[in-house]
């Protein structure tokens, strides 16, 4: 027989040994998969976090004066800018279509000092780019893959999302701000779900987040979002209450312009 085990010695539980049915022991192992799994997570995110925060807090590298600094300045009209290409002034880059694709591509070429030509057909930013929801989101939905996908590179998306929406807030704050999302829980069981899922993404966001995440109870969802559905109508379940967190929204056609 082997010896007993010292008085005070740790003690490994394994669920073979309890003769459980092959289902519970089956749920056994991948319940504690996923608590390491997920444990692993929370340990990098803190991690990122804590280094991401230095890194932002780094000085940026010094960019090249931008021509429109210049408040003196005064901007050409359409049909000197038409007359303009049609000299025969050579360009290092052509850019067609003046959507946030191609305005952004034309922003960064003509910071790194190249001679760059745009083209629009139609207004600027009136085509795709005047359909999108209007949110500079930090990637909350990449945080969900992140974890249980754990995919490291949904991970990496969102702390580029949250950084460059932390850039857009401190480049244009008259056009970007702030806006509360409320995620409802019709489950007693949604409540801790949604809240460690949203604790979460505040410890990646660090210094990049807006405010943290907090539960409101039925009465407060429903002060601030009156239009909120009380019963669920697929299954009939009562509001509990909403993990609201904030995340940006902008005006999509005057950033692009």
């Known amino acids: 027989r082997p010896a007993p085990p010292h008085e005070g010695a740790p003690r490994t539980l394994n669920p073979e040994s ?36 230095i890194q932002l807090g780094m000085p940026e590298a010094q960019l090249p004066t931008e021509p429109w600094a210049d408040v003196t300045r005064v901007a050409k009209s359409r049909k000197e800018q038409i007359g303009a290409l049609r000299a025969g002034k050579e360009f290092d880059v052509l850019i067609i279509g003046g959507g946030a694709t191609g305005v952004g591509s034309a922003l960064d070429a003509a910071t ?86 949203m604790k979460a993404y505040d410890l990646v966001a660090g210094l990049s987040g807006l405010t943290m995440s907090r539960f409101c109870n039925a009465a407060e969802s429903l002060a601030m979002f009156p239009t909120m559905a009380v019963v669920r109508g697929d299954d009939g379940a009562s509001l509990k209450g909403t993990i609201v967190y904030q995340d940006g929204q902008f005006d999509d056609a005057r950033l692009n312009v």
Not at 22 to 43: D, E, K, Y
Not at 162 to 182: K, M
Request: proline fraction near 5%; glycine fraction near 10%.
């Open 18 to 53: 309890l003769n459980l049915p092959p289902t519970t022991t089956r749920t056994m192992h991948f319940i504690a998969r996923r608590l390491l799994a997920g444990g692993g997570v929370a340990a990098a995110a803190a991690g990122a976090a804590a280094l991401g925060a």
């Open 112 to 197: 790194r000092g190249l001679n760059v030509a745009l083209v629009e057909a139609e207004d600027f930013g009136s085509g795709t780019s005047s359909r999108s929801t209007k949110l500079v989101h930090g990637g909350v939905r990449y945080l969900e893959k992140a974890v249980f996908q754990l995919d490291y590179g949904q991970f990496k998306l969102v702390f580029e999302a949250l950084h460059e929406r932390r850039n857009l807030l401190r480049n244009a704050p008259h056009l970007v701000h702030a806006l509360p999302i409320a995620t409802p829980c019709y489950h007693l069981w949604e409540v801790p779900y949604y809240w460690a899922g």
